[in-house]
């Protein structure tokens, strides 16, 4: 186990979560679900590399996937990635949309959803890391 690897990821992405609802609070929602996003991410590279795994690639769906070979990642979870994993493009690149910028596309109830989301998955590696005694140093 590579605690100290682990932590450092785990450090990101509760910071990154922070700086999303502070976006969220801001009306910056298109800001707050990116990073939401990148928070999951984070958390989930992180409970990877903290087992020595090796983790790669953008999707919050496919790094769970690749965390359900350690243990059970439910249907709930992958939903929350399938959700965030949707925020990843068209919340920063204006070519992504045909007319307007991205800030105009995205909700309060976007924000919320996303945070949200992303809290329910650093939870959930926490949860993890904790039974298979990553937490022991």
Same mark, same amino acid.
């Not at 990154?16 to 976006?23: I, Q, V």
């Not at 929602?29 to 991410?41: D, L, S």
């Not at 690639?57 to 769970?64: D, N």
């Given at each position: 186990?590579?605690?100290? %690897?682990?932590?450092?990821?785990?450090?990101? =992405?509760?910071?990154?979560?922070?700086?999303?609802?502070?976006?969220?609070?801001?009306?910056?929602?298109?800001?707050?679900?990116?990073?939401?996003?990148?928070?999951?991410?984070?958390?989930?590279? =992180?409970?990877?590399?903290?087992?020595?795994?090796?983790?790669?690639? /953008?999707?919050?769906?496919?790094? =769970?996937?690749?965390?359900?070979?350690?243990?059970?990642?439910?249907?709930?979870?992958?939903?929350?990635?399938?959700?965030?994993?949707?925020?990843?493009?068209?919340?920063?690149?204006?070519?992504?949309?045909?007319?307007?910028?991205?800030? %105009?596309?995205?909700? /309060?109830?976007?924000?919320?959803?996303?945070?949200?989301?992303?809290?329910?998955?650093?939870?959930?590696?926490?949860?993890?890391?904790?039974?298979?005694?990553?937490? /022991?140093?």
């Amino acid at each position: 186990m590579d605690v100290k %690897e682990y932590e450092r990821w785990m450090a990101m =992405a509760r910071r990154t979560l922070g700086s999303a609802e502070a976006d969220a609070a801001r009306g910056d929602y298109n800001w707050a679900c990116f990073k939401a996003h990148q928070a999951a991410e984070f958390a989930l590279e =992180a409970l990877l590399y903290g087992v020595g795994r090796p983790a790669g690639g /953008r999707s919050s769906t496919h790094l =769970a996937a690749e965390v359900g070979r350690l243990a059970a990642v439910g249907e709930d979870i992958l939903e929350l990635c399938r959700l965030l994993d949707k925020f990843y493009i068209p919340t920063r690149y204006v070519d992504a949309w045909s007319e307007g910028a991205p800030y %105009e596309y995205f909700s /309060r109830s976007d924000a919320e959803a996303a945070v949200k989301a992303a809290r329910s998955i650093i939870g959930f590696v926490e949860e993890i890391w904790r039974s298979i005694g990553g937490g /022991r140093v």
